[in-house]
């Protein structure tokens, strides 16, 4: 794929080549979805911290911008769920202008991050990783919705897990009855709704039908309008963020992670997406138009947005196949925000509770989770890490630290995977070409090196080595199962070759199949050291070698 090619919004393929029925469809689809994204916008708004009207201001906004400018087909962006810890604790830190600045930031470190080319790294993220944080999102989710869930009479929800729960059991003789009534009709409606039609969405059903009780009913119970006031029916006028240098280096840390989220939801999703229409997204076009809708977000008084698996599915199940179906949710937002929006601040704040229920529950993936669990020891390991750091520390940590974890286990597959024998006294016999079917000559050592020989594995090397016999003149190193080498796998062959040269022993490299190995013998200097002649291609042809030495 050319450059021109990789940076080419999918809204561009269409032009010349789009159907006035794949419009409909398109149009339908994205009425379809913008009213499934209005009740998760303001419960993703509220539980993150902020204001409802944010919430709207970014599905509106960076909705558009990740339809026009997107690298995936049918990508709906927009405030999720799993920005929600994060934000959170941003706001919390930081309050509402910080988060801002480093809602900017990570928009602009996505950007970066997608002319870089990254789109394709970010994709290879170790999957128990994603399964851990995501099912530990969804916990906190849960967690931080049983004050409206239960109707609690409390001051703030403290922002740490187990803070919350202590908390929660401290105030629990004051559950509001009602409330919870709409908590568990809500979650009801959701679930069964589906058995009677998928034309209308279940939550916005369920906000329809509750609200309408607890107006109709006089029930006590908390509101949108009662917690945070009106909601503004227009937009606020943009303003880029004042950043400074300390400002920046407060904030980078947040943002990094802001960026880092998004970036593996918002492909993820885009993949997602892929195998349900057959298509192919363009990973850094996505980066770039995630990192767009973030700086404009941020511009606009928003919150972080990234791609929504829910919506994108959504979305394509009702016919959606351009990104003229993403443009249209955003702008059936709008109208609604304009013409229906201030009815809003009568939605019971249970009612949101229970629709974010649902969504945890969805985001938890228990059944992935438990299949992970039940597989090797090293991907549980960074499954537990990571979940367990999400929950009880935060986002950021457990992500850096299951990346690590994973890396460190890994490796340790790899070390283990690697392995060097003297074939002259191994057992070989299940070998294609074993060393009973030639004959050595005497004062010949055979070894065989079989896995990567790089910094964790160069060990064991240097170690089967050292207990090499005083008696051999020639010592054949077979290197046909070693598809990589590194620097200190080099190294470690220098220290060898040179020892061996010190006492009189010749060092001679067979089957060097490998172009990396090569090469970095060749670019490291060590294939003149050791000698060409000596640095074979088959193993019969290091016996030759072996004869004319000595």
């Given at each position: ?313 959504t979305n394509i199940k009702n016919g959606g196949r351009t990104p003229v179906a993403g443009i249209t949710h955003a702008l059936v937002l709008l109208l609604i925000m304009l013409i229906v929006g201030k009815w809003a601040i009568f939605i019971p704040m249970a ?157 001679i490299l067979s089957e060097v199949h490998s172009p990396q190995v090569l090469k970095e013998l060749k670019d490291t200097r060590l294939l003149f050291a050791i000698g060409k002649a000596n640095v074979t291609g088959s193993f019969e042809a290091s016996l030759k ?6």
């Open positions: 794929m050319s450059a021109g090619d990789m940076f080419k919004p999918k809204l561009l393929e269409i032009a010349g080549n789009y159907s006035r029925p794949q419009f409909l469809k398109d149009l339908m689809a994205g009425t379809i979805v913008g009213i499934v994204a209005l009740p998760l916008a303001i419960a993703f708004a509220i539980a993150s911290g902020v204001s409802p009207e944010k919430g709207l201001f970014t599905a509106i906004i960076a909705g558009f911008i990740i339809s026009a400018l997107g690298g995936s087909r049918v990508q709906i962006g927009g405030p999720t769920g799993a920005f929600i810890v994060i934000v959170y604790g941003i706001v919390q830190h930081y309050g509402v202008n910080g988060l801002i600045i480093a809602t900017f930031l990570a928009g602009v470190l996505l950007i970066i991050l997608g002319f870089a080319r990254l789109g394709s790294v970010i994709k290879y993220i170790p999957y128990p990783l994603i399964v851990g944080f995501t099912s530990g999102i969804a916990l906190i989710i849960f967690s931080s919705q049983i004050k409206d869930l239960l109707g609690l009479t409390m001051g703030a929800v403290p922002a740490d897990f187990m803070g919350k729960w202590k908390s929660y059991a401290a105030h629990i003789a004051s559950v509001n009855g009602y409330a919870m009534l709409l908590s568990f009709a809500t979650i009801a409606i959701i679930v069964l709704w589906p058995k009677v039609t998928h034309k209308i969405p279940g939550s916005l059903m369920a906000i329809l039908l509750t609200t309408i009780a607890a107006i109709g009913l006089h029930l006590p119970v908390e509101t949108i309008g009662s917690r945070f006031g009106s909601i503004p029916s227009s937009f606020p006028s943009p303003a880029v963020p004042r950043l400074d240098p300390e400002t920046i280096k407060q904030l980078l840390r947040p943002a990094f992670a802001i960026a880092l989220l998004g970036g593996i939801e918002s492909l993820l999703s885009a993949v997602v997406a892929d195998g349900m229409i057959g298509g192919n997204h363009r990973s850094n076009m996505e980066l770039v138009a995630q990192g767009t809708a973030n700086v404009f977000s941020a511009v606009f008084g928003g919150i972080p947005a990234t791609g929504a698996i829910a919506r994108t599915a009612t949101l509770a229970g629709i974010l229920i649902v969504v945890a529950y969805n985001m938890s993936e228990w059944e992935n989770f438990i299949s992970v669990l039940k597989g090797s020891r090293s991907d549980a390991a960074v499954l537990l890490t990571t979940f367990f750091l999400t929950v009880l520390a935060d986002l950021t940590i457990a992500i850096e630290i299951g990346m690590v974890l994973a890396v460190f286990l890994f490796m340790r597959k790899m070390i283990q995977f690697s392995d060097t024998g003297t074939l002259t006294k191994m057992d070989d016999t299940d070998d294609k070409e074993p060393i009973a079917n030639y004959t050595l000559p005497k004062s010949v050592e055979v070894f065989e090196i079989t896995g990567p020989l790089f910094f964790g594995a160069a060990y064991k090397f240097k170690d089967a080595i050292r207990f090499i016999e005083k008696g051999p003149r020639v010592v054949v190193i077979r290197m046909r199962k070693v598809p990589i080498i590194d620097a200190t796998g080099i190294k470690t062959l220098k220290e060898v070759h040179k020892d061996f040269k010190r006492r009189g022993v010749k060092l070698r072996c004869k004319e030495v000595l």
